[in-house]
């Protein structure tokens, strides 16, 4: 699933469209006046107060492409470029109120906010930082690749964790994707089962967990619980 920093990017980059009339597709006779990332979101906003909404699942892509040219099922054609969206569109009168946690690319973190939603279920941390609704924005990279720089166990309740050690795994999340926005994100773990930890030269392994069975790679050394 795309993760923050790839959303903030397609915003950016879809940023020529912001004055143009949608000439045909959703919103179609409307002017856009905004493009903003809100986690794992998209939202295009237009002059009327209307608003569309996409999520780009796992693999969903929001696209520039020039005048007339784009090609799929959700395509907005305007004279400054079409955009191309992959994944689920929704159109709406107005912004949708998201139910999501602090967001690490916009803003300050509320501390207190973050820490309330976590606190809230108690779960594995690994679990926990993919969760939307506490932080927004993080996913299996991000996930991974924090746990594994805080020498954190991905599996060690968050219960058992104290609010400094909460808001340093924030704040790490934070970073890398604000370095994913201009740069790559870190990739010292993710994707590197059976190869040596950075660290410790132990082989890195990776679990599934959570009700989506999501992946989490880790090394059993330095993130032992």
């Known amino acids: ?57 796992l693999h969903g892509s929001a696209r520039l492409r020039p005048p007339g040219q784009g090609r799929g099922r959700h395509v907005l054609r305007t004279g400054a470029g079409d955009l191309v969206i992959a994944g689920r569109v929704e159109l709406a009168a107005r912004p949708p109120q998201l139910r999501l946690g602090p967001d690490l690319l916009h803003g300050r973190v509320d501390a207190a906010a973050y820490l309330r939603r976590a606190r809230a279920v108690d779960r594995p941390v690994g679990e926990l930082l993919l969760d939307q609704r506490v932080l927004a924005g993080i996913g299996n990279i991000v996930k991974s690749e924090t746990l594994w720089e805080r020498r954190q166990s991905p599996f060690q309740p968050a219960s058992e964790l104290s609010d400094r050690r909460l808001l340093e795994l924030a704040a790490t999340a934070r970073r890398q994707l604000r370095q994913g926005v201009t740069g790559r994100l870190p990739m010292s773990v993710y994707r590197r089962t059976g190869r040596p930890c950075p660290r410790c030269r132990t082989p890195i392994r990776s679990a599934l967990q959570g009700e989506h069975a999501r992946r989490t790679y880790h090394c059993p050394r330095c993130q032992a619980a």
């Open 1 to 57: 699933m795309p993760e923050g920093h790839s959303l903030e990017r397609a915003a950016r980059r879809l940023r020529p469209l912001v004055g143009a009339r949608v000439a045909a597709g959703p919103l179609a006779g409307a002017v856009v006046s905004g493009v903003e990332a809100r986690g794992k979101h998209l939202l295009v906003h237009t002059e009327d107060g209307r608003c569309l909404h996409a999520h780009l699942g």
